[in-house]
């Protein structure tokens, strides 16, 4: 019996041991954000700042939110689940304005006002 309690343990230290690190990172998640917000705010073409600014969705809402789109990639793929599922419910209204208004710049068809929402969203986050 004590064998195999020994073998139990050391099984579950084993997978423990294996879990991936970065599970579920907000910090990195909202960091990303903030660094294609600014990508987007520098961009040189109108598809370029609509990509980042997608980005900037897809790692604040993760593949599960309302508007997460695959299509132009995730860069916060192995971080988590999203940086407003994943953040402590006193930080997600802060990240929900800024996914709220990233996608407000992404619908915007004035590539200067998409830019200039994108510089605000990045301070935002950078905050």
């Known amino acids: 019996m004590r064998i195999f309690?020994?073998?139990?343990?050391f099984g579950a230290f084993a997978v423990l041991a294996g879990a991936p690190a970065n599970a579920a990172d907000a910090t990195k998640q909202i960091a990303t954000a903030a660094a294609h917000a600014g990508m987007a705010a520098g961009?040189?073409?109108?598809k370029m700042v609509q990509a980042h600014l997608q980005h900037v969705?897809?790692?604040l809402e993760g593949p599960a939110g309302a508007?997460?789109?695959?299509?132009?990639?995730?860069p916060c793929k192995d971080l988590g689940m999203g940086a407003i599922p994943d953040s402590a419910p006193d930080q997600?209204?802060?990240l929900e304005g800024a996914a709220?208004?990233?996608k407000t710049a992404l619908a915007?068809?004035?590539a200067a006002k998409a830019k200039a929402m994108a510089?605000?969203?990045?301070?935002?986050?950078s905050k």
């Open 5 to 9: 309690l020994r073998m139990a343990a």
């Open 43 to 46: 961009a040189d073409s109108t």
């Open 57 to 59: 969705i897809n790692c």
């Open 67 to 74: 508007d997460f789109n695959a299509g132009p990639g995730n």
């Open 92 to 94: 997600r209204k802060k």
């Open 100 to 102: 709220a208004m990233a």
């Open 108 to 110: 915007e068809t004035d």
């Open 119 to 125: 510089s605000t969203i990045q301070t935002s986050l």
